[in-house]
């Protein structure tokens, strides 16, 4: 079965500063990747994804994201990190065997200090 | 195009009772997955439906069902309400690999 290890629970890091979020999975086959931000008492908004090709992606507010196929990892980056970031992240691959099916880590809670 | 919708945003409920939840999806999108959020289990996989039939459930006892119409809107029902049933619900819609997420209902059970 699929699985996906965030083993950061809790970072924080300064205004301006750079960030990586690291992300490992496993999935029999190639895997579809995604990095999800939810800001408290909300929903889940995507950040990236990866199906297949370049294996740096790149997202919204900035974001990027580095498959690893070698490493099955997909850390995501910020090159400066600003107060707003502040959020959870949680990466997940998808389930495109019997149905499409997310399994998410367990995210990682950024904190930004000023 | 408006994003995922779902109602109630805020519920609470006392053990022993029923939930419904609804969520609309992204026009033209055929799937909706439901998901619970709790600070203990994280994001679980509920249920999946695409065309009115569900076609994948997690590991969720039967007190958990859906069902969806054929505006692809769709409803999940939590019957005999427990504790352990506080959490985010999350709906997502799609067409594609990506699902887009609504804001989720926010269940409390006292």
């Known amino acids: 079965a699929q699985s996906v290890t965030q083993p950061d629970i809790h970072i924080t890091v300064s205004e301006g500063a750079s960030l990586e979020l690291r992300c490992n999975y496993s999935?029999?086959?190639?895997?579809?990747l995604f990095w999800y931000v939810q800001s408290p008492g909300q929903g889940l908004q995507l950040l990236l994804k990866y199906f297949s090709g370049d294996t740096l992606v790149q997202g919204i507010k900035g974001f990027e994201a580095e498959f690893k196929r070698s490493q099955s990892s997909f850390n995501l980056r910020k090159p400066s990190v600003h107060w707003s970031d502040a959020a959870e992240y949680f990466c997940?691959?998808?389930?495109?065997?019997?149905?499409?099916?997310?399994?998410f880590g367990t995210g990682t809670r950024l904190q930004v200090t000023l | 195009k408006a994003g995922v919708t779902q109602t109630p945003r805020y519920l609470i409920k006392t053990r022993g009772q029923q939930v419904t939840l609804s969520c609309s999806p992204i026009s033209g999108h055929r799937s909706v997955s439901w998901y619970q959020q709790t600070p203990g289990q994280g994001l679980q996989f509920l249920f999946e439906y695409f065309s009115e039939t569900q076609r994948n459930k997690g590991n969720f006892p039967g007190r958990f069902s859906g069902r969806q119409f054929s505006n692809s809107r769709s409803e999940m029902n939590v019957s005999t309400l427990e504790l352990g049933d506080s959490a985010l619900y999350l709906c997502a819609s799609w067409t594609g690999p990506e699902q887009f997420f609504g804001p989720g209902t926010r269940l409390t059970v006292l």
């Open positions: 997940a691959v998808l389930n495109t065997g019997t149905a499409s099916k997310l399994t």
């Open positions: 999935y029999g086959a190639t895997p579809y």
